[in-house]
């Protein structure tokens, strides 16, 4: 028999998949330690390549300096890092210079978050060159509860920025485009950015924020969360219909009327968020297909369908919430529009025929989220249909909906991923669950993720001797790469360890 061997590109996509799934730090320890044990060339040319994204390493804490230094030594070299720094610069900066990076260290993002209200030549030149000059490249900046002016910085200081964040920053709308303009940078957030009060309730004083970003050509994401100052909505719809860079806009704090007779061209704009409530008086002024790929409709009128299904054919995952009818859902599930993600937050009951039957007209759902609380009979119809498409469900139950749908659960060929978040109310025994969870992991090899989070204590006696049966099932599941039944991460130490070595997050 010839063995073909793969390329090293394939292991490094193929792990680089695991890192991303990841969410505990004992399991990227664990990746890392067995990549690096398997060979020297696995040592040297493999996990140097790997991103860990979600290895944030915070510095200038001392106990931090030492992981991502033994990171680092250990071949780990492409990392997010994230930077505090705070008035008391002169101890951080010393303990920063023990850190040895070597020159092929890449990291992934570096967020420097700075924090001082008043900021001098010296401490400038200081923070530059001591701390941010550690590193090729700051990606985000973020600067916070600054109430200064920028001249003490350094003319580089902001070289290299693609994200600039302020927060709670007493500065003038001048100095922040003064700053997009130097960094020419790709994203800007202002969060309660201006803060100082000018004694003008009534002004739109953001607007020249907006205005200023109508003509901007680097700015690919623009998010504005200041509740202090206004800005007026006939502004927000200049800057949509004219800008052609953004593709993610935040919005909050609209006010003034909305003019009718103006109408919205834009197909760049990918992410849209504003007040649930309010986000369609934007939609409906859109005159021309759109880019949107994700928004929250809030609720849904019947005026809202065939909007939707002639100008944003684009959008992959939708929110549905408020007070939307069955009827509208149904409507908008029966477009069978590109939407991959769909999310149903409601107050209306959820009518299992109608829902199942109408979820069976669409293929191109891959992902189901249902916050309501979903009746026996819908979520059995739904089992029962086994929706070739539809491979996430995410739902509220009652614990009793779970011991009574085990047995569609055990062998459904489509789902890969099931969470189940459970009432307030337990009406079910701990060992009723952990019988049921059992069944389903033994006999279910399909699933790659599963969480059931419904133990908030420590196991004990008996009901522990079953997660000891638990973690033989899921040694013999090869599929399984998340487990979650506890909350609060009161995971016993047993399962805790197990779940590690085998690299499956929890």
């Known amino acids: 028999?010839?063995?073909?061997?793969?390329?090293?590109?394939?292991?490094?996509?193929?792990?680089?998949?695991?890192?991303?799934?990841?969410?505990?730090?004992?399991?990227?320890?664990?990746?890392?330690?067995?990549?690096?044990?398997?060979?020297?060339?696995?040592?040297?040319?493999?996990?140097?390549?790997?991103?860990?994204?979600?290895?944030?390493?915070?510095?200038?804490?001392?106990?931090?300096?030492?992981?991502?230094?033994?990171?680092?030594?250990?071949?780990?070299?492409?990392?997010?890092?994230?930077?505090?720094?705070?008035?008391e610069i002169t101890s951080e900066s010393l303990s920063l210079k023990t850190l040895q990076l070597p020159n092929d260290f890449i990291a992934s993002t570096v967020v420097a978050t700075i924090s001082f209200?008043?900021?001098?030549?010296?401490?400038?030149?200081?923070?530059?060159?001591?701390?941010?000059?550690?590193?090729?490249?700051?990606?985000?900046?973020?600067?916070?509860?600054?109430?200064?002016?920028?001249?003490?910085?350094?003319?580089?200081f902001f070289d290299g920025i693609r994200k600039l964040e302020l927060s709670s920053c007493n500065i003038l709308i001048e100095t922040i485009v003064d700053i997009v303009e130097r960094t020419k940078g790709e994203s800007l957030?202002?969060?309660?950015?201006?803060?100082?009060?000018?004694?003008?309730?009534?002004?739109?004083?953001?607007?020249?924020?907006?205005?200023?970003?109508?003509?901007?050509?680097?700015?690919?994401?623009?998010?504005?969360?200041?509740?202090?100052?206004?800005?007026?909505?006939?502004?927000?719809?200049?800057?949509?219909?004219?800008?052609?860079?953004?593709?993610?806009?935040?919005?909050?704090?609209?006010?003034?009327?909305?003019?009718?007779?103006?109408?919205?061209?834009?197909?760049?704009?990918?992410?849209?968020?504003?007040e649930s409530s309010r986000i369609k008086d934007f939609l409906r002024l859109w005159d021309s297909p759109s880019a949107l790929e994700y928004t929250s409709l809030g609720t849904l009128l019947p005026d809202d369908i065939p909007l939707i299904r002639n100008n944003f054919k684009s959008l992959s995952s939708v929110v549905i919430s408020g007070s939307?009818?069955?009827?509208?859902?149904?409507?908008?599930?029966?477009?069978?529009?590109?939407?991959?993600?769909?999310?149903?937050?409601?107050?209306?009951?959820?009518?299992?025929?109608?829902?199942v039957k109408a979820l069976q007209f669409n293929n191109n759902l891959t992902e189901l989220y249902i916050s309501n609380i979903l009746p026996l009979d819908a979520l059995s119809q739904f089992l029962n249909s086994q929706h070739p498409t539809i491979r996430s469900l995410r739902t509220t139950l009652v614990s009793s909906t779970l011991i009574q749908v085990k047995g569609l659960l055990l062998d459904h060929k489509i789902l890969e991923k099931l969470a189940f978040v459970?009432?307030?109310?337990?009406?079910?025994?701990?060992?009723?669950?952990?019988?049921?969870?059992?069944?389903?992991?033994?006999?279910?090899?399909?699933?790659?993720?599963?969480?059931?989070?419904?133990?908030?204590?420590?196991?004990?006696?008996?009901?522990?001797?079953?997660?000891?049966?638990?973690?033989?099932l899921i040694n013999l599941n090869p599929n399984l790469l998340r487990f979650s039944i506890f909350q609060n991460n009161n995971i016993p130490k047993v399962l805790q360890t197990f779940l590690t070595n085998k690299l499956i997050d929890f």
């Open 117 to 156: 209200e008043n900021l001098t030549d010296k401490t400038s030149q200081q923070v530059h060159n001591e701390i941010l000059g550690k590193f090729k490249k700051i990606t985000t900046m973020d600067i916070v509860n600054f109430n200064s002016t920028f001249h003490h910085l350094t003319p580089n």
């Open 189 to 274: 957030l202002l969060r309660s950015t201006p803060t100082y009060n000018i004694g003008i309730k009534n002004e739109y004083l953001m607007d020249s924020i907006y205005k200023y970003c109508e003509g901007n050509q680097t700015l690919k994401s623009l998010s504005v969360y200041n509740f202090h100052w206004k800005g007026s909505n006939s502004a927000a719809i200049s800057l949509i219909h004219n800008n052609s860079t953004l593709t993610e806009l935040n919005l909050t704090n609209l006010c003034g009327d909305m003019p009718s007779d103006v109408k919205i061209n834009n197909r760049m704009i990918k992410r849209f968020y504003y």
């Open 324 to 355: 939307t009818s069955i009827e509208l859902i149904i409507d908008l599930i029966l477009l069978n529009n590109p939407i991959e993600k769909f999310h149903i937050d409601v107050g209306t009951k959820l009518y299992a025929n109608e829902l």
């Open 1 to 87: 028999m010839n063995c073909q061997i793969l390329p090293n590109y394939v292991f490094i996509k193929i792990l680089n998949y695991l890192a991303r799934r990841a969410n505990q730090r004992k399991i990227y320890f664990k990746l890392i330690e067995k990549v690096s044990l398997v060979s020297k060339e696995w040592r040297y040319k493999i996990l140097p390549k790997l991103r860990f994204t979600h290895l944030t390493c915070y510095l200038p804490h001392g106990m931090k300096i030492l992981e991502i230094q033994s990171l680092v030594d250990r071949g780990v070299f492409i990392l997010p890092i994230r930077i505090s720094l705070s008035a």
């Open 422 to 472: 459970f009432s307030v109310t337990r009406d079910t025994k701990p060992t009723e669950i952990i019988n049921t969870i059992t069944e389903i992991i033994k006999h279910n090899h399909k699933l790659i993720s599963f969480d059931c989070q419904y133990f908030d204590t420590q196991l004990q006696g008996s009901q522990l001797n079953q997660i000891i049966q638990l973690i033989d």
